[in-house]
């Protein structure tokens, strides 16, 4: 088969009449088509006596096959497997998923391997493990080898009691994924014991808040509104769970509460900082309005701390009452009255 058609340079030469005659009617054209059909380099004439060759475009790359169904039988099989691990302990796997989407590439052996972990060495039950699937479900993709430091700190540094571990866990499963040992419980636990929080077993779950984002704005904020940083940390120390509370949803509009509808003084606040656990509108809101309507003074702590019939009791002694005993741990006063 012929590869290359070679077209000769012209020649002005002179030629007769007949010759030209008859190179038009017979034309030195192949006609063997075929052979011209699938040309590979094509020659054309240039000015110099030298020939130019044209290459005509690679052939385009193979396309890749695509897997057959075949190779994807075991990945199904495996999210198969762990989908009816999973709703055998109670989880729903696509809840699951929708909350922390990286559980789909956890293997179910692995699974498997960190809920038999936390069971066997925080002994976990199957409730517990709902809990934390459901609260932090990136638990159950995590590592074991990320999980045992996290144990053994609290167990050792901590001083958590291996009876109380599942009962720390289960209040606070985010201390096994809170972001390590070294980069957030370590230092948190260095903060706490550095301002006199001591019984750091009691307060776990201050260990996976961070220092900078968390604690000190915490801090600053009470500095903000007129306490000194002794007294500030004092609250803290006195009542550590304020670390937890909200700046925005919390702090703020009780604060406010307390200063224009209560009219109290800082001091209350530096006595009882449990004030700010207690619900505004169902519990300091209602209760207030009660003191007020009936014209008696309560201590913050008796006031919110005791139980409704007990609060309605000493509502209604305070009120009848003609002289009421000051600084004692029922006191109370009257409005009207102005006793104090």
Known sequence: MQDTLHLSSLHHTTTTTTTTT????????????QALSRPRNLHFPSLSS???????????????????????????????????????????????????????????TDVRAVIDFLRSSAGLSSADIRRIAAMCPEVLAAKISDLAPVLTFLLLEAGVSAADLRRVLHRRPRLLVCGGVDTRLRPTLYFLQSIGITEINRHTSLLSGSVEQKFIPRIEYFKKIGFSYRDTISMFRRFPPLFCCSIKENFEPKFDYFMVEMGRELKELKEFPQYFSFSLENRIKPRHRQCFEKGVFLSLQLMLKTSEARFLDRLEVCCNSSIPVKNSPLWCTNYDENVL
């Open 22 to 33: 008859n190179a038009l009617s017979k034309p030195n054209f192949p006609t063997n088509f």
């Open 50 to 108: 030298s020939k130019t060759s044209i290459s005509l475009p690679p052939k385009p790359p193979k396309i890749p096959e695509i897997p057959s169904p075949q190779t994807t039988v075991p990945h199904h099989s495996d999210f198969q497997e762990k989908l009816l691990y999973l709703d055998s302990l109670g989880i729903d796997f696509f809840s699951l998923l929708a909350a922390h989407p990286p559980v789909v590439s956890a293997s179910s």
